[in-house]
């Protein structure tokens, strides 16, 4: 028999530790995936009934074209590596073209497939936050074209500026899991969007701002559970590794911010409309997450705590504030993803281990230029669309509802009759 | 190159390890959160449509006050560690204050935060449970209070006497993950507010017992697959490691005593009422779960197979006398979980390895205790609530809904639409 | 102090690596059983309203009597080990019946219990397949016979064929993960009952074929995410450890082949029916992912999209087919399982490392032997059940609702009386 040295030993242990590491990036990519899931029955219980085939369509389209695309080129953009690569652009090639190390040897903490796939499911959740925006009114061609240029080019070049190394990780630039990166960039693009579509037909009137109530406000509930359930995954698989001081550190961090975020959005809109409002709460509760994102790893319990419960106290002050200036977001996307997200951001500046007026600052640039960026990328894209075919479906089209138009169905057939056969009466 | 030693790999192999069982709690802690989920969709499923979004707001509620209160209080009420302990009340406490100690080295086999997020998940549930059997007339307010008052309070004094390792520990008492201790405990609480707050109006007439079944049965459905997901991580989590042996047992028996508590409900409910109850089969899948919980560590597959059957079985018989006795619990809650929770801890003196009249006496005073001890404090609690300000919404409030009476709101908007123009014309 | 060896800190290094491992299967396990849940929503919002509750009680007992089953017989047909095995049937006893071996040491990568409950989630998942097919017509009692059946000796002896070691793997065939041996299984018993119970009552009319759409869009779209979601369970545990490289890889591929599915079912419905077709879209999806199953582990990503894009393309023109026939497939569970099931299995054959001409042919062989006994079987026990007590509920239950007239409940009450007040003025 062989004798087994240390050294052996030694190297069967640190497999050990990386069969663990890569197997929580691993399940955290099953946890973000879900979060499509959330963000289709979140956006599906706050539209109209009659578009909701047409909001799910679009969810389901997104996570198969953003993984395709970023299978594509949005992988080789962000994460460039020696190829062509500059602190604010750079380009790996076409397709998923591991070397030969890459595939033989760890990749960090995880293999190449575990980086791709967790990344891509990533990227595709920035798309899917301006759907629920421009939700109602958007043509189904023009939505996908935009989401496809999101995901496959505007998303892998601001996360390179970061996560690939680029100019605002070498200025010091902060953002954890992408409160920046993914949610103020998703909201940015969502925010551009929404002004070139403008409002839908009938919210903003003479006789003043018409609330327009979703229609099914379990699916919503469900998509908010949902999303929490995959920020599990969001923030704690951005540790890139099982470290179990971080990952449960993060686990924690998430949690309360989440629950802080609730209890902020309570109070300020109980105390603003005098009632319970569920919307609120449940935007809260992502306001919290998206607000603890930046940070999640830097903060003690108070801080995160602190930090979701004013991103919850935005929410409402947030919806109101967008509702004035006739920006119309059917689910508050706007307030939730791109404002929370800021807020997020700038709160590693001021909270937790990182704080401090010259971080602060910094955090300030980094999401400034983001979302400028983004905001510049979206409206040009949307802009163009708009000029050459035409962004939005006709007024008739909008007030049948894009089930029927688009897609010739209807969410809840048996319904659709009774409300038919009672109309006709 | 330094030379690695034998005692340098051992310690590698002992850190590798540990990565997985810190792993596993925080994958549980994401599983036990989904129950959170479950029972806001298995509520909402079995009210009327009309107090839909209350109900999701009380459960949005619950799951974000449970958390931050478990941390301000519950934890350190629940595991006093050497802080004024005793073995009936113990604190150490307010906030989360781990020492050095707990934050450099390996907390049992896992980190001190992922100690606390796995059971600030579990405490909440407990609150969760009272929410559904006294929907669809208690006032919002007051159920939050008594709500946040159950998971600060009552729920961490009773789960220190046995996992805090108080008397009950002390005298032998054995309850693996919660069946007296989460179910039995949130079962009492239950049966004391539906007592103080009486049934809903229509329930109880002169001509008989009126049902009121449930608006929405896939969101129902839906709810109890989701829970026994999250029973997964509620029971296999409760192995406190991910050890191989144990967590694989636990998952057979939980799965097999869920599969045969429909089995058994489906087979009572058949022979009673000749029809196939869809709402007897999902109570009989929670009944199953809520029995195999005490013990799931102790049985064999036949003996898991026998508990969660008998618990099926109850399930209908404890429905029809809960409602005999003018006990209005829209949701089963009563039966499912204090019932089968308390028949789970008794049969851990009957099956498997425990098995032995002492046992079973030690586990009748166990659950009998904890079970009196919640009784009161919650009955104690309702009825002061009751006497000061009022639990109850007014007649008018309840059958117009709570939904428009506390959150001026409503679940499905268009569908309210179709309803009330069908009901002036 | 004790010296360590080299010795026992490898074996401490193993144990870390078995413990990782085992706690992936487990979770494999969970994620599977998901899929139980994905089926239930995806069933229930393609079936009309009135046979929701029907479909709900369906999928729960599935679960519930498959495990038992397997834990009763299957799993010792499946994989009978040493007693009474041949090649094409073995029997290893009734129950759970593990040797001290087994208990005590490393079940391969895994415990004894963890493999049970891994591949009776897994066994469940064939009977789930037929309960969508045979919708909205079949009685309760018969199809729970023919569920039972499947699950305890149609697919544990097919199953044994190539995963219990027997004639199928001894002549090179192979399924990864089960696109024979689960999903063309299940396509092909589905069909075979189809057939026996013929199409439902206004399917096939002298005037054509009469669209039946589903009643609840957002709930098949929760259904088919939630599949997806499994489905990394449900290949990822395939892998059958933790290993890094394969579990990692098989992520990516069946990723993109649902997403490349999903864009194959668009483009060629669009082709087709100049419309945006979100059923067709959902199926696509589904069809990539069993497309992929057989071969998950065997492809590069530009494979995996091409065998999930075939897959997606397939689905429209299976569909139309089988109309055409006059096979009524309420949810399309012979295209997306029977027919993809087989493409998947025979894309082994044509991509990826296994590709070449003698692979193929094996292939083909594989699978239409699994498919001509799975449908003989099914065929031969839905056909005695038909003339021995009927398998079919009477023409006016079906036009009434399989929910009022199996189950005296509806799944939506409150809608159900708006739709009768209605009716009735």
């Known amino acids: 028999m062989e004798t087994i040295t240390a050294q052996q030993a030694m190297e069967a242990a640190n497999q050990a530790a990386f069969l ?31 578009n909701t085939v047409n909001i799910l369509f679009k969810n389901a389209m997104i996570i198969a074209i953003g993984l395709l695309t970023y299978c594509l080129v949005g992988f080789n953009l962000m994460y460039p590596g020696a190829d062509f690569a500059g602190k604010f652009f750079g380009f790996g090639g076409f397709g998923l073209n591991p070397s030969e190390a890459d595939l033989t ?51 892998p070049i601001t996360g390179m500026w970061k996560w690939g190394g680029g100019w605002l990780d070498a200025m010091g ?16 693009a969502a925010l551009a969007v929404v002004i070139v579509l403008g409002p839908r037909i009938g919210k903003y009137t003479e006789s003043g701002i018409k609330p327009i109530p979703g229609h099914n406000m ?90 979701g419960f004013i991103a919850g106290m935005i929410i409402p002050f947030s919806v109101i504030f967008f509702d004035k200036i006739k920006i119309d977001d059917p689910v508050g996307a706007t307030s939730v993803h791109l404002v929370c997200g800021i807020w997020g951001t700038l709160a590693v500046g001021i909270f937790g281990k990182m704080a401090g007026m010259g971080q602060l600052l910094t955090q ?50 048996d319904m659709e009759n009774i409300a038919y056969n009672f109309s006709v009466k």
């Open 20 to 50: 663990t590491n890569n197997l929580w990036i691993l399940i955290a990519t099953v946890l973000v995936f879900v979060m499509h899931l959330g963000f289709s029955a979140l956006e599906a219980g706050f539209v109209q009934r009659k």
């Open 218 to 307: 379990p699916l919503a509930a469900i998509g908010v559970f949902l999303l929490w359930f995959g920020w599990f995954g969001f923030n704690g698989g951005s540790v890139l590794s099982a470290d179990a001081a971080s990952v449960s550190l993060v686990f924690v961090t998430t949690s309360l911010a989440a629950a802080a975020g609730a209890v902020g959005a309570f109070i300020v809109s109980y105390l603003k409309f005098k009632s319970h409002d569920l919307s609120m709460v449940l935007n809260g509760i992502l306001g919290g997450l998206v607000g603890i994102t930046a940070g999640a790893d830097q903060m003690g319990p108070t801080s995160a705590i602190l930090i």
């Open 105 to 155: 040897s760890a990749y960090g903490n995880y293999t190449y497939w575990a980086d791709f796939i967790f990344q891509g499911m990533f990227a595709a959740t920035a798309a899917t936050i301006v759907s629920g925006a421009v939700a109602e009114r958007i043509k189904l061609g023009p939505f996908l074209l935009i989401a496809t240029l999101l995901v496959a080019i505007c998303y």
């Open 173 to 188: 630039f902060y953002d954890f899991a992408g409160s920046t990166l993914v949610h103020a960039m998703g909201g940015a």
């Open 364 to 413: 300030l640039i980094g999401t400034l230029s983001v979302c400028a960026f983004t905001f510049t990328f979206a409206f040009g894209v949307a802009f163009l669309i708009k000029k050459a075919v035409g962004i939005r479906v006709s007024e008739e089209e909008e007030e049948r509802g894009l089930d029927v138009s688009e897609h010739g169905a209807s969410a809840y057939q």
